[in-house]
């Protein structure tokens, strides 16, 4: 979660003034408000990325000055005045803050803090807010990440994806080997409690020793989340490229399975417990509170070119191009492209598809009646587990996990 897909939804316009149906704000109070802040800039662009970044090449000549990181945080803050006046008088302080990218920490340290305070200064921040910002390992130093702690961010997430040079450098990734474990000591100095490792599995070339070795590396530096995903090849970049010249090979579905069950099993001894398919941490403080809020359908203000945000049902994405974002907001307008009002069965269908990745599952009462009959099958296949299910929830099984995008689709019928 938290990072803007490079292609954007079809939908209805969206207001020139950014407002909302009266009936988004209904029973807001019950919920938690989080903001999402999009950072759009990368030094170089990896291989196997489709997100919604930019390169300074890849913006030379698109948009100058509106398009500049040393204006953007003053455009950002722009949006977050603007999500004041459309949320009007929404009494709720804001729960989670997520700085991602691209790379947030090619900004000064003192930009990001800047954005923070608007936040601060417009909402309010509730006691104890969780605020992250990823990182690029090689984009910070210790008194960076000094400034960032004295800024008011209370955790980190480092892009490590891998601790062997040959599969860094398939996926196009700079950084050193190693440097990401001495970040993690070094936010440890400077205050974090909270540190997340972001790895990638799965990629072109790479062994069950070469993922073992990365996996006992990250565990060693001493985070207390970490984050494992499958790398997924999106067609147009340069990765797919490769594949289909026949650079590379293509990891198959089998080995992804392999390799995630090293991770459990590697993560389990270590004293990390999956909460979300993806995701481990130590203890519930260390879970990452702006991914749970995504997951059980909370609501959030995405700023920044391509952000996505959710209030009380209501779905709307900002334009793409950092000078186009930057223009509409110098113009006062919304740099909303889009939205849609989403029905009582689309959110149905949403909650099931998010919450069945939950440790905590799914209530079995959200479920129409052919998922009620595929949950029971589920049961007995040993995908869902028993005690849940005969509690109301449907919680996936180790099992589950490797096949839950199936697991899913027979569940939301």
Known sequence: MGRMPSVLPDGEPMPEDGALPPTAL????SRP????????YCATRCGYCDFNTYTAAELRGTGGVLASRENYADTLVDEIRLARKVLGDDPRRVETVFVGGGTPTLLPAADLARMLGAIRDEFGLAEGAEVTTEANPESVDPAYLEELRAGGFTRLSFGMQSARPHVLQVL???HTPGRPEQCVAEARAAGFEHVNLDLIYGTPGESDDDWRASLDAAIGAGPDHVSAYALIVE?????????RRGEVPMTDDDVHADRYLIAEERL???GFGWYEVSNWATSQAARCRHNELYWTGADWWGA???AHSHVGGVRWWNVKHPAAYAAALAE???PGAGREVLAAEDRRVERVLLELRLSDGCPLDVLA???????ERAVRDGLLETGPYREGRAVLTLRGRLLADAVVRDLVD
């Open 304 to 306: 920044g070119p391509g």
């Open 369 to 375: 009646t052919a998922g009620a009959g595929a949950a």
């Open 26 to 29: 209904h029973g807001a109070d």
């Open 268 to 270: 389990a001894a270590a």
């Open 235 to 243: 067609e147009g970049t340069q990765l797919a490229r490769r594949i």
């Open 332 to 334: 006062g307008r919304s």
């Open 172 to 174: 196009d990734r700079r």
């Open 33 to 40: 408000l989080g903001f999402y802040l999009h950072v759009p």
